[in-house]
């Protein structure tokens, strides 16, 4: 099947693995258009990221352009069954202003943090 869009996510990440399991169950559960690709098991070349740009963030791959961060995830959040009102709350302008400072500014960098010392310690969170 031909996914609509393709969630790139950091699958060593506890954290980020839930919430992708959560949502990958309820688009299989419904029509399965959304993929989910794991950066620790995929060809970023392919998807011009480096392993780093790729975990420092959520990335979406849609209709050949590549979208990150609170953009990635309105496009996830959109896709997921369940999840379109978060979409529409969070894609109000002053809301989305918000959400991206705090995505970028405080959510992904201590998250890409967490990964480098797991990495360092040579452990898979998932």
Request: hydrophobic share 45%; net charge positive; with cysteine.
């Amino acid at each position: 099947m031909k996914h609509k869009s393709t969630v790139i996510f950091n699958g060593d990440c506890p954290i980020c693995s839930r919430e992708i399991e959560m949502y990958r169950g309820r688009v299989e559960a419904m029509d399965g258009t959304l993929g989910f690709v794991d950066l620790n098991a995929a060809n970023l070349q392919a998807y011009g990221l480096s392993a780093d740009q790729a975990a420092r963030r959520l990335y979406v791959m849609r209709d050949g352009e590549m979208l990150a961060g609170v953009e990635a995830f309105l496009v996830l959040w959109r896709e997921t069954p369940g999840f379109a009102w978060l979409a529409r709350l969070v894609g109000l302008p002053v809301v989305r202003h918000v959400a991206h400072v705090v995505y970028e500014w405080g959510l992904a960098p201590l998250l890409f943090r967490m990964h480098k010392r797991r990495q360092a310690r040579g452990v898979s969170g998932a």
